[in-house]
Structure formats: structure tokens, C-alpha cells
DNA sequence: ATGGTAGTCGCACTA
């Protein structure tokens, strides 16, 4: 069976819902995973996903920031939500699918605008945060043979991630500890990067642009901060990948687009 | 080198 994962940071998906219903009506993923929901879980607008034809749905929310959700076709067998360097914030939640297919959704903290553990709280929180992620690959990567791993990783960790590999050095996101440190994550469980397995990384490819840019588009220094990665075992069903450019562009958009996944399981 | 925009039960914080 194909099925279809999408991988969204919505920036508020109450302020956007009208966009989600909009990308699932055009797109119909089986899996909407979506990153800053930016609501607790009783505001969540439960009833447009229902309606739209997603009636799954698993909720981690706070109040004005962060929060993790997935909307789903196929029913969940468990869900779970980890504390992540036991900060309390709504930034990860797993399901596991009937088939025993497993599913990851992370908001991978930003870290703020200096790239200085001992200077910047927040830059040393995200340094633990992907830290715990080695130890929690390292941990499962022999007994989870058919996993899926998405979200916003707020990290770019290849050359042609970034609009410029050498302007980008010194800013978070794309610094060598926190590439160094999320190919650290990468290798603990082998996972293999869905999207640049048909994506060269010779090419550019973003999933984010800052709104700050006069003119997003035209200027194009975006970055790509959300991924899909799945289990060696799941690669040989990969099918293909999308990155939803244009949902920039829509009527006032995240500064994340949809990034989507085919495969066969 | 700076400041630019967006969202959230605001008067600050996160991104």
C-alpha cells in the first residue's frame, strides 16, 4: 500500500486553518503532521480536520507556543508524547499505525540568534534537545525496523539547504555543531533523508523563508528546516517527494511550506 | 552592521 505523509509547520493553525483545508482538499496526504500549532488542545479546530476527511487526529498543544498535531485517514493503534530535556514544551508526539509502521513528529527548538551554548539558554537547549535525540535513536534503532521521522528540525544541514553555505555558517540553523550534531541524530538510527533521495544535494532546496524579506520570492534565501527521514527498511519503498514552494506564496502563509512523501509500506 | 515581519488570551516572548 502507498501512503502519503505530509510535514507542515503552520504557525498558528487556528489563524490558518482555511490554508490546511485548502492543501488537503488539493493534495489529500493520509498523514498531516503539523508543527506550531501555537493553541492548547481544547482550540484546536477538531471539527474542519474531521470534516475535511482526517478523523485522527492526536493533539499536543500549549498555550501560545509551539504544539504538534497529526491528522490522519488511517487510525492510530498508540499515541505518545515525550518531555524532550524536560522542558514541558509541546514539541513532539509518535503514533503507531495498525501495521506497526511508527511515526515521529518533532519541533525541534529554534535556539534563538546566537549560536553560543554558554551565552544563549536557548542555543544550548536545542545543542540537548538534538543531544537526547542521538540517545533516543541509539536506543530503538534495532528494534524499530519500519519508523518515520518528520517535522521542523530548524536545522539545515547541507550545503544547498541554505541560500549560501559560507554566509550562513555563523547562523543558527546551519552552524557545524548543529549540523555535526544532526548528522550525529542521522547516523544513530540510519536514517535516510527521503527528500534528497530524489532531490541531488548539488540542488537548492528550501522549505522556509523568513517573512522579514521585502520580497520572499524574488530574493529566495530560504532555508530547508523541515524533513522526512524513514528506516533503511522503508527506503527500498520510496516513491517520491514533493516540496510545496507555492504554499509560500498563499493568501497570508507560514513561512513554512508542506513538505510530502510517498512511499510504500 | 542593522533591522526587517508574524503570532500569541500582550504590556514580552518566540520565531
Redesign the pocket.
Known amino acids: 500500500m502507498a501512503i502519503t505523509i505530509a510535514t507542515w ?1 503552520i ?6 486553518i482555511g490554508i490546511v483545508e485548502q492543501f488537503l482538499a488539493a493534495e489529500s496526504p493520509d498523514v498531516l503532521c503539523l508543527q ?1 500549532i ?3 488542545d481544547d ?1 484546536f479546530p477538531r471539527k474542519a480536520l474531521i470534516e475535511a476527511g482526517y478523523p485522527h487526529l492526536a493533539i499536543a498543544g500549549q ?4 504544539g504538534v498535531a497529526i491528522a490522519s485517514k488511517l487510525p492510530f493503534k498508540t499515541v505518545e508524547k515525550d518531555d524532550w530535556v524536560a522542558m514541558g ?1 509541546a514539541r513532539h508526539l509518535r503514533v503507531r499505525f495498525e501495521d506497526g509502521l511508527l511515526l515521529d513528529n518533532f ?1 525541534i ?5 546566537e549560536p553560543d551554548p554558554v551565552a544563549n539558554p ?1 542555543f544550548d ?2 545543542l540537548k534537545f538534538l543531544r537526547e535525540m542521538v540517545a533516543w535513536g541509539e536506543r530503538r534503532r534495532a528494534s524499530e525496523k519500519r519508523a518515520i521521522v518528520v517535522g ?1 528540525f ?1 536545522v539545515a544541514p547541507l550545503e544547498h539547504d541554505v541560500w549560501s553555505h559560507k554566509k550562513l555558517l555563523d547562523v543558527v540553523s546551519h552552524t557545524p555543531i548543529e549540523t555535526n550534531l544532526l548528522g550525529e541524530v542521522q547516523a544513530a538510527h540510519d536514517w535516510v533523508d527521503a527528500v534528497r533521495h530524489f532531490v541531488p544535494p548539488s540542488e537548492k532546496l528550501y522549505s522556509w523563508w ?5 520580497d520572499w520570492n524574488a530574493a529566495d534565501k530560504g532555508r530547508r528546516l523541515d524533513h522526512i527521514w524513514v528506516t533503511p527498511d522503508l527506503a527500498g519503498g520510496l516513491v517520491s517527494t514533493r516540496t510545496l514552494r507555492e504554499a509560500r506564496g498563499w493568501e ?4 513554512h511550506v508542506p513538505v510530502m512523501l510517498t512511499l510504500e509500506v
Open positions: 509547520n504557525n498558528s493553525v487556528r489563524l490558518r506550531e501555537k493553541t492548547i482550540s498555550k501560545g507556543y509551539h514544551d519541533y527548538p529554534a535556539g534563538g540568534d536557548k537547549h536545542k521542523d530548524n523568513s517573512y522579514r524579506a521585502a497570508k502563509p507560514s513561512d
